[in-house]
């Protein structure tokens, strides 16, 4: 699987792993408007729920310090932890250091995946509403430059985001399922990608 490798200071670090789904785009107009809002409820369902927002915070959304949230609702992560602008931690104390390539077995241990990182600043959704999170995401100066099939395949394919589906002991799934989503995602592109007003 190739990676994408940015450097911090004097270190080479991983970033996002691509994704390794390929996904064929459904014929434009083929779903109806009302359909497609519907898709955009699920999957705004999805980002807002508690293992895709806890992650996908600012660097000031937080009082004192910026970091991700953890649990069942937003908070601030124990130990005063800030990922920094490298979003890994270099700059303090990298996420590595207990966030390993899998779960922990322990409840509520430290959740792990093969690359453990926050997302770009510019990929916040934590604090904005629906309308703000549907014009984020098609737009590529805020999505990781992405188009939406790019997206669905990132959803459906890329190790962390699937992460969410398998969260370890004691944490709750996101809903329906990576697939569901890659599908919610290409039928709310097909319907034109509305988005609530």
């Known amino acids: 699987m190739k990676r994408i490798i940015f450097a911090v200071g004097l270190f080479a670090l991983p970033a996002f792993a691509e994704s390794n789904v390929t996904l064929e785009p459904l014929p434009e107009g083929s779903v109806s408007a009302a359909e497609g809002a519907q898709m955009w409820e699920n999957i705004h369902e999805v980002f807002t729920h508690p293992r895709c927002i806890n992650c996908h915070v600012g660097e000031d959304n937080i009082p004192l310090w910026s970091g991700p949230h953890y649990g069942g609702e937003a908070r601030p992560h124990g130990m005063f932890i800030s990922a920094g602008d490298s979003r890994i931690?270099?700059?303090?104390?990298?996420?590595?250091?207990?966030?390993?390539?899998?779960?922990?077995?322990?409840?509520?241990?430290?959740?792990?995946?093969?690359?453990?990182?926050?997302?770009?600043?510019?990929?916040?959704?934590?604090?904005?509403?629906?309308?703000?999170?549907?014009?984020?995401?098609?737009?590529?100066?805020?999505?990781?430059?992405?188009?939406?099939?790019?997206?669905?395949?990132?959803?459906?394919?890329?190790?962390?985001?699937?992460?969410?589906?398998?969260?370890?002991?004691?944490?709750?799934?996101?809903?329906?399922?990576?697939?569901?989503?890659?599908?919610?995602?290409?039928?709310?592109?097909?319907?034109?990608?509305?988005?609530?007003?």
């Open 89 to 197: 931690g270099a700059e303090y104390l990298a996420c590595s250091t207990c966030h390993g390539p899998e779960n922990s077995a322990q409840l509520h241990g430290a959740p792990g995946a093969e690359v453990w990182l926050l997302p770009p600043v510019e990929m916040a959704w934590h604090g904005k509403t629906s309308a703000e999170i549907c014009a984020q995401i098609q737009d590529p100066e805020r999505n990781g430059d992405k188009t939406l099939l790019e997206v669905a395949e990132h959803v459906a394919g890329d190790p962390l985001v699937l992460w969410g589906w398998e969260p370890g002991p004691g944490r709750e799934p996101a809903p329906y399922s990576a697939a569901e989503l890659a599908d919610f995602v290409l039928k709310w592109t097909a319907a034109g990608a509305p988005c609530p007003s």
